[in-house]
């Protein structure tokens, strides 16, 4: 499939051929009562482009918003939920567009001459105000941030190596991301403007995807350690103390996000027989089933539906 783990583009939700497994994809139950939007990204075959589709909890239905015969991928809801940012390669490179909850008024937000991938919103301390994104035009993958009022980008980050993968904080302040800086894949923290950076994770193999919880207490990723053939799905404190591995599963894991109450993560499982969105529970470990049917997917973005009484 689809994934550039080494080069730095990890199209959340792709899977290289090496992590195909022909083990029998095992039945889950559907999860139920889980609340909220899940936006994800998926090519029904291998010779279909991706799309974006949302799926509800509520009527346990998926929505497909886009249909221009480009991949659509890597899709990210607003914290109010009335928007998402994504990747398209409807001009020939990806590049960044924004569109309504519903699939209408989709509009080109970024333009550059090399590709723009993995968008992802300020959350409300800034009202969705910017947009982070990754570009490799310099070389290598570096962070950049687009500010929808004056918009213009710039980037904040600008080392000789890969930095990709930015994932805010809830609060809007810090941005978990993934880099090769000391020679392997780790996960690292920065202020919004690119300084104060911390290095969470110290695995010599591959660390990557992170997602915060809701509270922004804890970090969701995904890692190979030791002998173990497979991507499986780790936590850990926002300090990147108390790492702990949720899942051991036969399958690799990909794009992890969290439920709007933190108490469930879902995640796509890969496998030769086909892709799964998958939900585990974090305090029974008990894993669901979301949706399937797809060849694979490219991305997750799980937010919660506005409460009728706070709505004017």
Known sequence: MCCHLAAGIFLSGCSTASSIESAKIPEYTVLENAGGWLAYAARKTAKDQYEIFVYDFDTRQSTQLTDNGFADISPNWSADGQKIVYASNVNGIYQIFTMNADGSNQVQ???SKTDDTQPAWQPSLYAASRVSFQNNGNGDFDIYIYGLADKTSRSITSADSQE???AWSPDGRRIAFVSNNDGDFDIYTMDE???ETTKL???ADYDSSPAWSP????????SKRGSD???QLFTMNADGSQETQITQSDFTITSPVWSPNGKIIAFISESSQGSLILAIDLETRKTYQ???GFYDYAGLSWVGKPNPASVN
């Open 109 to 111: 937000l970024i333009s």
């Open 164 to 166: 990709t993968q930015a």
């Open 193 to 195: 403007e690119g300084r």
């Open 201 to 203: 994770t110290q695995n």
């Open 215 to 222: 509270n922004g207490e804890k970090i969701a990723f995904i």
């Open 229 to 231: 053939q497979h991507f």
């Open 290 to 292: 979301v949706t399937g």
